[in-house]
């Protein structure tokens, strides 16, 4: 799962051009699996396991990450941009960037702190005052590369460091997609419909055709968390906690969980010594919003991977937290399907 | 020599004002090949060129080798890093920025940020320098074994080209200043010359020209050129107050320079039809000429600098051009002093 997770971070696909992501999750399913494409460009997997269910069993994760869009070509040659998802200007201000399918370099530019105004200096820019430079003579040779409608990422660098910690760019939601694949390419005890959805970002766009399509019974959707455990946070405002473990909560912005589903997991969670925690905030939501309404309704759990820094160029997360992941969701698997 | 090659080494090279040894040592590296005669003293590096005598003039060409950062102020219970800025840091850019702390060894780490929905009020203001922590992802006495209060810290870039000549990168302030005077070495023909000259490449100018002035002392030049990088016109500043990136080295003006060396450097571009820019300023430079011409009982002093943009930030960008001709101009005022 960790070299998974490793090539997928490295893989450039913002909302809209998952195609890369896609790839390479086809080109490393188990033979056994079966798959197809929808029309917005979700990959669905379906997966015989040793029985067959009762209930349809659905889980998901997204494939996409956020990122930036050329929005014009300037006549200086510099691109103006707005944000894929959720981007805060401080993350992306002054750091290196990869333009477009041909992956060319480029840099956001920051004016030097010495012409900056003392006002200036105290207040991040804002998204319409940023533009990448890319070395571009002007506009013309600018438009010999580039063209409006192209994308701009981090750029990309996997980076284990500390105690078992990994930073990157796209942990969210590649994690979730390299768990999937790790459930796909082992023996599953039953079938399982696996979704790796597009667009979760721009407002759970994909996961909602996708749910459309499986018709679940019961979903499990497998995500990144933002976890504020950092100095200077205290009490419930930490949400969640790094090396705490998986992360399952009873409600977010986007879905109240199914309170069977949730009791079962820290019931799995304390049988089999699988730590396990709950957000202590309500916030953030993810696909389960789009899912636990799809069709009749659909009894639907998230099960996440607490995540520092979230939608920035070094995510950071913990592999003790990404084994119990692994371990809660297989157990929960089984369990779903024995309801 | 590879020019190119040798901006990214240097770049990558760290060497945060006080600590830069790492930096030195790879210029002290390349400063070899030109004189046997140089050695890193109090933290410059300094080589001398030509037999001096009291007939002719002795020459200082100098770049500064350390760059900005963070340091090491204390180290939390809870196992995040406290600091404060070495040189003019903008707090904006620090939020999830990749860091190394020069401890006993180099740790990877990133600047920890407050995720937006709980940024509150804060939301959209540049955190205090006092509110930020390092995230190392290790315990506090994990951390104790390898990070000391003092260590330094360094922005974790790369060096990359972007097109047309183009070089992005974090500390191009001032070792593209060091890369063309290595590049002026490399062009040179040390027996034909009628001077004698010192190159030095000094600590701690971000906190105040620290390094050139000692340097200066035990050189006691006749003249002095610091090169340095200036503002290379950016969106949003005022273009009146800044150079272009690609339009040659700038060549500083000011009442506290020397004229006469200033029209010297402009005579040297005009002659061997080298492309340069004038840089007026109207007081002191904030660069180590400052300290230069004020040197024991005085001296020529002049700023030679390459446009760069983005000071400051680790994605300056220079023109690989820019490098070179401030390389050419330094090589021939030389020849001709």
Redesign the interface.
């Known amino acids: 799962m960790m070299n998974h997770l490793k090539n997928l971070c490295m893989i450039n696909g913002a909302s809209g051009d998952e195609g890369s992501v896609r790839n390479y999750l086809i080109s490393n399913l188990d033979s056994k699996a079966e798959y197809h494409t929808d029309n917005l460009g979700n990959l669905i997997v379906f997966k015989k396991g040793r029985k067959s269910p009762s209930k349809k069993i659905m889980l998901d994760a997204h494939m996409d990450e956020v990122g930036l869009i050329v929005t014009s070509i300037k006549e200086?040659g510099?691109l103006t941009v707005n944000e894929v998802g959720?981007v805060?200007p401080?993350?992306v201000?002054?750091?290196?960037v990869v333009i477009g399918k041909n992956g060319?370099?480029?840099?956001?530019?920051?004016?030097?702190?010495?012409?900056l105004s003392t006002e200036e200096?105290?207040?991040?820019?804002s998204m319409e005052?940023i533009?990448v430079?890319?070395?571009?003579?002007n506009k013309e040779?600018a438009e010999k590369?580039v063209s409006p409608g192209d994308y701009i990422y981090f750029l990309q660098?996997y980076?284990e460091?500390?105690?078992?910690?990994v930073?990157s760019k796209a942990i969210d939601d590649r994690f979730g997609c390299a768990l999937l694949l790790e459930l796909i390419n082992s023996n599953l005890e039953y079938d399982a419909y696996f979704t790796f959805s597009v667009q979760e970002e721009l407002g759970l766009r994909g996961a909602k055709t996708a749910a459309f399509a499986v018709k679940p019974d019961i979903a499990i959707v497998v995500e990144t968390t933002?976890a504020?455990d950092?100095?200077?946070?205290s009490g419930s405002?930490r949400?969640c906690e790094l090396g705490k473990g998986t992360v399952v909560s009873f409600m977010d912005r986007s879905t109240m969980y199914d309170k069977e589903l949730y009791n079962i997991a820290f019931e799995i969670a304390e049988n089999k010594h699988i730590p396990c925690q709950t957000k202590t905030m309500i916030?953030?939501g993810n696909n389960s919003g789009a899912i636990h309404v799809t069709g009749c309704g659909v009894k639907t759990i998230a099960v996440s991977l607490p995540c520092?820094?979230?939608h920035?160029?070094?995510c950071?997360a913990?592999t003790s937290d990404m084994k119990s992941c692994l371990e809660l969701v297989s157990e929960l698997l089984t369990r779903a399907a024995e309801l | 020599m590879d020019l190119k090659k040798v901006i990214f080494e240097l770049s990558e090279a760290k060497g945060v004002s006080g600590s830069e040894e790492n930096a030195a040592q790879t210029a002290l590296k390349y400063l070899k090949n030109y004189t046997s005669d140089c050695l890193i003293k109090n933290g410059n590096v300094i080589g001398h060129f030509g037999k001096r005598s009291k007939n002719i003039p002795h020459i200082l060409i100098d770049a500064h080798i350390d760059q900005i950062g963070l340091i090491v102020t204390a180290i939390t219970d809870d196992g995040f890093i406290k600091v404060s800025n070495v040189g003019g840091i903008d707090r904006r850019l620090l939020p999830a920025q990749r860091v190394v702390i020069h401890g006993k060894k180099d740790i990877k780490a990133v600047v920890s940020s407050v995720p937006p929905h709980l940024a509150g009020s804060e939301k959209g203001k540049a955190l205090k320098i006092e509110d930020i922590c390092i995230d190392a992802g290790m315990s506090r006495d994990d951390l104790l074994l390898y990070v000391s209060a003092g260590d330094k810290i360094s922005f974790d870039t790369t060096c990359r080209e972007l097109l047309n000549g183009r070089i992005t990168g974090s500390a191009l302030d001032d070792r593209s200043g060091v890369a063309s005077v290595l590049y002026a070495l490399e062009l040179l023909d040390m027996d034909n010359l009628s001077c004698s000259f010192s190159v030095v490449f000094s600590t701690q100018e971000e906190l105040g020209e620290r390094g050139a002035k000692i340097a200066a002392y035990e050189i006691n030049p006749d003249i002095a050129i610091a090169v340095d990088v200036s503002f290379a016109y950016t969106c949003g500043d005022k273009e009146y107050e800044c150079g272009k990136l690609g339009n040659g080295p700038m060549i500083g003006i000011s009442p506290s320079l020397s004229r006469e060396i200033s029209e010297k450097l402009i005579d040297v571009c005009c002659d061997k039809n080298i492309p340069f820019q004038r840089e007026v300023m109207h007081g002191l430079t904030s660069t180590n000429a400052d300290q230069f011409s004020v040197n024991r009982e005085g001296c020529k002093a002049c700023t030679v600098s390459v446009p760069l943009k983005y000071m400051h930030t680790p994605s300056e960008v220079i023109m690989l051009e820019d490098v070179r001709h401030t390389g050419e101009l330094l090589a021939e005022f030389l020849r001709r002093c």
């Open positions: 200086d510099t959720g805060d401080s993350v201000t002054g750091r290196q060319l370099s480029g840099v956001i530019g920051s004016r030097a702190i010495h012409n200096r105290e207040k991040v820019p005052s533009y430079d890319f070395g571009a003579e040779d590369y660098s980076e460091f500390g105690d078992g910690f930073m933002t504020s950092i100095n200077g946070v405002k949400v916030a953030g520092r820094y979230l920035s160029p070094s950071t913990n």
